[in-house]
């Protein structure tokens, strides 16, 4: 079974520019994620989308960051326009549905340099 | 919001050692995950735990659901060099929202 894709894997970009990031969840997951990881600290929520829906959106910052799922298979999450403090992995992962919907699936990550 | 403390932030010790980490939270979780990361890598799911009390073992790797749910505790036995990482636990507050709260990780180096 493949395992999440993302890309790209590395990201450099000047500030106030945009930049967008494709993942591609595993076969079958309704449920997808995406994650900020800010270097020394654990993964946090951006954003859920069970299906094409979105779940929570609680904590994306939502004047810079945008993020869909159209077909309900792949997702984008974009930035525009990038700020210095977003440098961080941006992680996918996702998720089934019934008894281990629970366990979420990771991505390798973009790495995102904004100077 | 809900946070997880673990410790110890980072674990230098030598291969063959036993190994023990754990995390706590204010509040009581439903679901407790144990995630390892490498560098350049995105979090690899080790063990997922679902009840009070719950003990599972994934090779060396043992992590247990505490029973007063606000904790939970990884062991790895007869640690060798491709144990080092960064070691994350996750938890799941209830109800159907599927949303995670990660700690900040223990850092373990091995040294052969």
């Known amino acids: 079974e493949a395992g999440v894709a993302q890309s790209p894997r590395y990201k450099i970009i000047e500030k106030r520019q945009s930049v967008a990031f494709w993942c591609n969840p595993i076969s079958g997951h309704a449920t997808l994620y995406w994650y900020q990881q800010i270097l020394g600290q654990g993964p946090k929520l951006l954003i859920q989308?069970?299906?094409?829906?979105?779940?929570?959106d609680s904590q994306l910052p939502k004047d810079r960051f945008s993020a869909e799922r159209l077909k309900g298979v792949d997702s984008t999450l974009k930035i525009q326009p990038a700020k210095l403090e977003d440098s961080a992995v941006y992680l996918c992962?996702?998720?089934?549905?019934?008894?281990?919907?629970?366990?979420?699936?990771f991505g390798p990550g973009t790495r995102l340099t904004v100077t | 919001g809900q946070q997880l403390n673990q410790s110890p932030q980072s674990m230098f010790i030598q291969e063959g050692e036993d190994v023990s980490m754990n995390c706590t939270s204010s509040?009581?979780?439903?679901?407790w995950l144990w995630y390892k990361q490498e560098p350049g890598e995105g979090p690899v799911l080790l063990i997922a735990?679902?009840?009070?009390?719950e003990l599972t073992s994934n090779g060396r790797l043992t992590a247990q659901f505490g029973i007063t749910r606000k904790d939970s505790f990884l062991n790895i036995s007869a640690s060798i060099p491709s144990d080092v990482g960064i070691y994350f636990c996750?938890?799941?507050?209830?109800?159907?929202?599927?949303?995670?709260?990660f700690g900040k990780g223990t850092l373990l180096t091995v040294n052969p």
């Open positions: 989308f069970q299906n094409n829906g979105v779940v929570d």
């Open positions: 509040s009581i979780f439903n679901t």
């Open positions: 996750a938890g799941r507050s209830g109800g159907s929202n599927y949303k995670l709260t």
């Open positions: 992962a996702s998720s089934s549905t019934g008894r281990r919907s629970y366990e979420q699936y």
């Open positions: 735990l679902y009840k009070a009390g």
